[in-house]
């Protein structure tokens, strides 16, 4: 027994030793970063956190509310701007709560050097992190601006962009890890998905709207909503959700506002191959899987007969193929090679590659691409039959 005490004893002591607190913080002297903002502002590093901050219980009882409080650091560099907050803020960021960066204009279209070194060291940062830019507003605009029922904007952009891709199926999230790894790979560009300011009944929201272009270090232009869609339908891997309009006439974008369908996708698939010519050219074969459902329909035509399905998934399968072709050409247009065509090329063909890797960029904007897509129907939900139209 006496052995048993003494082990006891030892143990506690060693673990006490080992248990290193020179770095301790109580809780009570911290507060949770939901996210944080980085931006440049001339010469100066600017880095916002959006932290918890919940308010004293009203008197009554209740629940306590939660206000959302924006902290801003200005200095040479991040890791300095980050640490001036402290001297004016009485609690310690935790900044491994965090669970978005959103990255202003300023920075992105300057370099964005200035702050991958400082997002990649820091150990607080977590690599699954989602990333944002912040288009046409600052990053600190962006955290302030309200988001019920979400008490925090940092939170309720994970939520949209995650709940947009099974509804929508229009933005890519993107994470700090594949964000970084495709910054330092040759072949391939990174992308990032903007969240811009809008009012609506006088109120300020907050709403996804295109995708940020990087090339060498930089912003260099943006995609669309089509070219945004095209951006993920073509993003390898398979993909579920996501929702496409197309017109009986033939023609999406002036058709008669009564022949339009709208097609869903449950799930789709992209496979993009590298073809070699003797030439030594280089063709893009792009093939693409989807099927879905019939979602709506806004005219009285019966569009379940064999005739018209088959006519839903030319068009379907049409218009999928003009989205991958739009963001196709947009890349093009801005030199970035989004899509990892390079990188592709180097594993396949690696003399090829050493080639064509010193000006890639000039290279990839006169690939020539063909494209194919199939989309299947796999049903038209609970009714039968369009719901009749009253003469």
Known sequence: MRKIILMGLILSLLSSGLTGCYNRVEMDDTV??????IDVDGEQKVIHFQVASPSSKPEGGGTAKVETVVLKGKAPGYAQAAREITLRFPRTPVWSLATTILLGEQVARKDLDLMMDFVSRNRFIRPNMLLFLA???????????K???????ALALVKIIRGQESQSGIYLP??????RTKYVTAGIEPVLPQVKIEEADGEKILRLQGVAVF??????GELNEKESRGLRILDPGEKRGGLVTVNLSGDTETGPLEDMVTMEIIRSRARCTPSFNPDGTVEILIDIE?????YEQTSAENLQTTANLARLEQLTSQSIKENALACIHKAQLLGSDIFGWGAMISRQNPALWQQLKA?????????????????????TYLIEAPVPIKN
């Open 215 to 220: 090339r060498d270090r930089r912003m260099v």
């Open 32 to 37: 949770a970063v939901t996210g944080f903002g």
């Open 290 to 294: 989807a099927d879905g459902n019939l």
């Open 359 to 379: 000006d890639w960029p000039a290279h990839f904007s006169d690939l020539q691409v063909q494209a194919e897509v199939n989309y299947s129907v796999r049903r």
């Open 147 to 153: 988001t019920p029922p979400e008490n925090y904007s």
């Open 174 to 179: 993107v994470t700090l890890r594949d964000f």
């Open 135 to 145: 288009a046409g507003a600052t990053p600190e605009e962006v955290l302030q601006v």
